[in-house]
């Protein structure tokens, strides 16, 4: 009733307080920050060993399943699965939504020290990341042409970018 009766006695003061709420809003509108993923830490580390030389099966048995038994331990583990190709072999542990990325990462990183003298001695240190959605490519561009050798093709790219 109060705004209704201001409206119709002082419809310049209701006209000006509109606009002001109008501009107010479209200045808030262009400062709002959009972000394509928000800023959500998926408990998801992924473990990667690379083993020069070594075949699928080989990297499997003494790499993927060793690194498999010294991460299943560890509290909140929800799946463990792993990968194994030729060279290189990748475990993906995923925890409960509860867990902290950080302490797990650091535990997943102990175990796999204490285990190290068991793994084969020609791997590479294994590299131990957390899943980062900010970090990954928002599109992914793939182009093709019969025309061009992929050569020129790349240069035509990235001219063009």
């Known amino acids: 009733m109060f705004l ?5 006695k002082r419809p310049i003061f209701a006209s ?3 606009l002001a709420l109008v501009t107010l809003g479209a200045f808030s509108y262009k400062r709002l920050a959009v972000d394509m993923f928000p800023d959500v830490e998926m408990p998801v580390i992924t473990i990667v060993t690379k083993f020069p ?23 909140g583990v929800k799946h463990v699965y ?7 072999s990748t475990v ?10 950080n302490e797990a990462s650091q535990e997943a990183r102990s175990k796999i020290a204490a285990i190290r003298g ?3 001695q020609g791997i590479e240190d294994p590299i131990i990341q957390k899943l980062d959605f900010s970090a990954m490519p928002v ?23």
């Open 4 to 8: 209704s009766d201001l409206s119709i």
């Open 16 to 18: 000006v307080m509109m």
């Open 53 to 75: 030389g070594a075949s699928p099966e080989s990297v499997e048995r003494e790499v993927s399943k060793r690194v498999e038994e010294a991460v299943n331990p560890i509290a």
């Open 82 to 88: 792993s990968t194994s190709r030729e060279s290189v």
């Open 92 to 101: 993906v542990v995923e925890f409960q939504l509860e867990v902290r990325i």
């Open 118 to 120: 068991e793994l084969p």
């Open 139 to 161: 599109v992914s561009l793939a182009v093709r042409s019969d025309a061009l050798s992929p050569r020129d093709l790349t240069t035509f790219v990235e001219k063009k970018r």
